[in-house]
């Protein structure tokens, strides 16, 4: 995320706010927690966040500083990427895999280069580290209406956080904060087992040709009726005799 932060300044009276909760959804590698005493220190310097929703946002600083990386980052990878329900790429909670995934992508990553922000390969346009940190070079009155027009998805992530007891849940929490709109219960739907997920169809089985049954069951057998005179001319051509 680096290389967004020097490519285009933020201006808006939440930028900075913004910019920290980006970098606190980012992999917790040794850069960030090097870099959480300023992170604490830019989000107090504006006002955006309440008081209440920072208190939870520097416990949870607190955690990524003092806690074993090898556990932070594990956690990280348990909360985040074995799910849809927590993923932070946003367009899986709208599109899913289908395919106007595709095209929306493209759409947001022209909004970012008409601002001047150009994604390296490696960076999706719906990585919401990524939106944050775009939303942050926005005014003020654009940032949060970009922000709310995300909110229900926010709200879904913030959702299946505190589900699983994640303090993570508080940085979702803000960023609704920042939107305007306050959190609300919603339903969660369970993640599909991983298993479930990555399992294969099993072969033929009795799915691939219309009136195949499973192995082991009776399968029943079709007469077609034919014309048995047609047949025969058939067969004379074939075999160069005439009828």
Not at 34 to 41: K, P, T, Y
Not at 122 to 133: F, K
Not at 169 to 182: D, F, H, I, P, Y
Request: hydrophobic share 40%.
């Amino acid at each position: 995320m680096d290389s967004l932060t020097s490519r285009i300044s933020p201006i808006s009276g939440m930028s900075r706010s913004l910019r920290v909760l980006a970098r606190l959804l980012s992999y917790p590698d040794a850069q960030l927690r090097g870099d959480l005493h300023d992170m604490r220190a830019a989000m107090q310097s504006e006002t955006a966040i309440g008081a209440a929703r920072q208190a939870e946002l520097a416990s949870l600083m607190d955690s990524l500083a003092h806690g074993q990386p090898l556990e932070l980052e594990a956690n990280y990878v348990e909360v985040f990427d074995r799910g849809r329900s927590t993923s932070l790429h946003l367009f899986e909670h709208v599109h899913g895999d289908s395919r106007e995934r595709g095209p929306a992508m493209i759409d947001l990553a022209q909004t970012y280069e008409k601002a001047g922000l150009f994604l390296s390969q490696d960076e999706m346009p719906d990585y919401l580290p990524v939106v944050l940190e775009f939303v942050s070079t926005q005014p003020p009155r654009e940032a949060r209406a970009f922000l709310g027009e995300m909110a229900h998805i926010f709200n879904a992530i913030f959702a299946a956080l505190q589900q699983r007891n994640s303090a993570y849940a508080s940085v979702l929490g803000a960023m609704l904060e920042l939107s305007g709109e306050k959190a609300h219960p919603v339903k969660v739907v369970p993640d599909e087992p991983l298993d479930a997920t990555w399992e294969e169809p099993v072969v033929f089985d009795g799915c691939s040709v219309k009136g195949q049954t499973r192995p082991g069951q009776a399968q029943t057998i079709h007469f077609v009726k034919t014309d048995a005179a047609a047949n025969r001319q058939h067969a004379a051509t074939t075999a160069g005799v005439a009828p």
